[in-house]
Antibody
Framework: EVQLVESGGGLVQPGGSLRLSCAAS????????MYWVRQVPGKGLVWVSLINSDGSKTMYADSVKGRFTVSRDNAESTLYLQMNSLRVEDTAVYYC??????????????????WGQGALVTVSS | EVVMTQSPATLSVSPGERATLSCRASQSVGINLAWYQQKPGRSPRLLIY???TRAAGIPARFSGSGSGTEFTLTINSLQSEDFAVYYC??????????FGGGTKVETK
């Protein structure tokens, strides 16, 4: 069974830093792209970041570019999100997600097959 | 950036009826479109990918259709467990990967 378990959320002051972790199990972590998606409570889903299977490619939403860094440890099957210079508007539940199991007819896997339970990050003074 | 627009924002449906949810893309996304279901306090769950392929374990009452800029999620014979918020997501032009604002399906 695929499991994604986030940890590291909490309360932080504006300008502070936090690192989220996502421990993966039940699949060969090193072969899948991974993502971070966030959701302000009561609002919609917003993609934050992605990392390819070997960690050589990373991409970010404009709203977090230059402040957040995604990384992974394939030996430990763990995904990370280092969040620096946090702002009040970064307050959200952060989900890690895994790419698709099966290619669609165009050969893409860039949808979110599995999701973690989420970690709440609150940025407030 | 591809903007995804879902309508309606809220859909009131009686159990056993059909629900039809719409998702429109600001430019063509081909069939690179996924649908997710999210219940209160829970993580999203993948329902449909490739615009029309049901994910494993998803009941046949859920179906997706469309291509290009217009997509539909249909839920036939709505069950009590289907009342939730539904999101569409495009993965054709990225970054960014973008979601619609969601449609809440509530009991009529």
């Amino acid at each position: 069974e695929v499991q994604l378990v986030e940890s590291g959320g909490g309360l932080v002051q504006p300008g502070g830093s936090l690192r989220l972790s996502c421990a993966a199990s039940g699949f060969t972590f090193s072969t899948f792209w991974m993502y971070w998606v966030r959701q302000v409570p009561g609002k919609g889903l917003v993609w934050v970041s992605l990392i390819n299977s070997d960690g050589s490619k990373t991409m970010y939403a404009d709203s977090v570019k230059g402040r957040f860094t995604v990384s992974r440890d394939n030996a430990e099957s763990t995904l990370y999100l280092q969040m620096n210079s946090l702002r009040v508007e970064d307050t959200a539940v952060y989900y890690c997600a895994r790419e698709g199991n099966y290619y669609d007819s165009t050969g893409s896997l860039r949808y979110f097959q599995h999701w973690g339970q989420g970690a709440l990050v609150t940025v407030s003074s | 950036e591809v903007v995804m627009t879902q309508s309606p924002a809220t859909l009131s449906v009686s159990p056993g009826e059909r629900a039809t949810l719409s998702c429109r893309a600001s430019q063509s996304v081909g069939i690179n479109l996924a649908w997710y279901q999210q219940k209160p306090g829970r993580s999203p769950r993948l329902l449909i990918y490739g615009a029309s392929t049901r994910a494993a374990g998803i009941p046949a009452r859920f179906s997706g259709s469309g291509s290009g800029t217009e997509f539909t999620l249909t839920i036939n014979s709505l069950q009590s467990e289907d009342f939730a918020v539904y999101y569409c997501q495009q993965y054709h032009n990225w970054p960014p990967l973008t979601f619609g604002g969601g449609t809440k399906v509530e009991t009529k």
